[in-house]
């Protein structure tokens, strides 16, 4: 049976009609100020639980430091975030958006993109052609515009775009004179300073570095820290996981911990390590 007029059913669509457009717009407000937001994230492998409920977010034009004892589940954050593993329960939002178990590629052309603990060039190949091969949608990988005459003079124009674009990037690293080296022939620095550049081939809007100094000697850390902080001014969003505590808090503004899977804790620098829950599961006792 219909409602009257008027009624309670009449009320009640409007007041949802009233608050949709303020609740979209909230929401679009707090995907503009926290691009990533991670909610109850759970993830099991047979009967281990790596990731248990974690919950957090990430500002805009932020450096957040993502730290906890080993087996913490970091890593399997990292990889539920950028699709290598998908949850087994929670919700992953990228500028509002659910990319909850999205494959790896397809979260990368929203601009969400990774950099691994253990560089992944491709080693057969030269430094600059690991540059060129990054960005997304490069009109050269469609065979029309490879085999068209008028749609070849586009790939040829964008592939020339691209080559000054990689070249920025080696020269705002300081690896250009490495450009013709077979990616193999680097150093774990090196690879490490061609991975970011390559990350950042992509245009991306967060990028989530996994222990970029790891491995890395004392100039070349400096190097990339300093490079971090550029690009940060620039306009990215970075998440950063690193064990060595002096590098995390003397550069992160925010540090959300981990332990057992979960937030333990999260905020400045200096209320995490006054924290006696964190001191207690991450710094032994000794801050």
């Not at 969400?112 to 560089?119: E, G, M, S, Y």
């Not at 690193?242 to 995390?248: C, F, G, L, R, S």
Request: proline share 5%; hydrophobic share 40%.
């Amino acid at each position: 049976m219909s409602s009257e007029p008027g009624g309670a059913d009449a009320d009640d669509a409007t007041d949802t009609a009233v608050d949709t457009p303020a609740a979209a717009a909230e929401g679009a407000r707090d995907a503009a100020e926290h691009p990533l937001v991670v909610e109850g994230l759970h993830k099991t492998f047979g009967g281990i639980t790596a990731v248990d409920g974690a919950s957090f977010s990430v500002a805009e034009g932020s450096l957040t430091g993502l730290i906890g004892p080993n087996g913490a589940g970091k890593s399997t954050t990292f990889n539920c975030i950028t699709g290598v593993h998908t949850p087994t329960s929670g919700r992953i939002r990228f500028r509002g958006d659910d990319i909850t178990g999205m494959a790896p590629h397809a979260i990368a052309q929203r601009g969400l993109v990774r950099t691994f603990q253990i560089a992944r060039e491709l080693p057969e190949m030269t430094v600059l052609e690991n540059m060129m091969l990054a960005p997304k949608g490069q009109a050269g990988e469609r065979l029309s515009y490879a085999v068209v005459p008028g749609l070849r003079d586009r790939v040829v124009e964008q592939e020339e775009e691209l080559l000054e674009r990689a070249w920025q990037q080696l020269e705002f690293f300081e690896i250009d004179h490495l450009a013709e080296e077979y990616a193999g022939t680097l150093s774990g620095g090196q690879r490490k300073l061609l991975e970011m550049a390559r990350a950042l081939m992509t245009d991306p809007e967060v990028v989530l570095l996994d222990e970029p100094l790891a491995g890395v000697n004392p100039t070349l850390e400096e190097k990339l820290l300093d490079r971090i902080h550029e690009l940060r001014e620039m306009g990215n969003t970075f998440l950063f996981v690193e064990h060595d505590m002096d590098v995390i808090m003397n550069n992160c503004e925010h540090v959300i911990v981990m332990h057992q899977g979960s937030v333990l804790a999260e905020g400045t620098p200096e209320q995490v390590t006054s924290d006696e829950r964190v001191v207690e599961a991450y710094l032994g006792g000794d801050v």
